[in-house]
């Protein structure tokens, strides 16, 4: 697992991220809060996930990889052993439960499918996505 990423980083970045997804959704900044669940909270679509990644990219200056957080969250856990066909195992959930420590373990579905990974994020998976490609050296 990556290096873990502190509340104080986090709140470094919250304020730029939470008002760029803001300005993605058209929604009013005080809505966006840390803990917002950006599809069943703030109402993103998957279009928006990608329109956030590429405005935070362009305002930090930095490049998230597609992907990343299920390759990092998988670390040296073989492909079979974490997803079959497209669904988490349980060594896949509890791996993704882990790295994504910010989401609500009930929002951890038994064989979940790879493809809704991204309605688990929160802000604060953005702030942390943020951090990490800043960490990895920017754009």
Known sequence: MPVAISKE??????PQVARVIAEALARDPAEVRL??????DLEAESIDL????FRLEREF????PRGRIVEDARGDLPQ???????VLTEAGLAR??????????QSFRPHM???DVPTLFTVETM???VIRAMRAGGA
């Open 9 to 14: 980083e986090i709140q470094a970045v919250y």
């Open 35 to 40: 803990s917002s669940r950006l599809f069943a």
């Open 50 to 53: 990608l329109d956030m990644v």
């Open 61 to 64: 200056k930095i490049q998230i």
């Open 80 to 86: 079979a052993q974490f997803e079959t066909a497209g």
């Open 96 to 105: 993704l439960r882990e790295y994504l420590s910010e989401v609500p373990a």
């Open 113 to 115: 499918n790879l493809a």
């Open 127 to 129: 702030c942390k996505m």
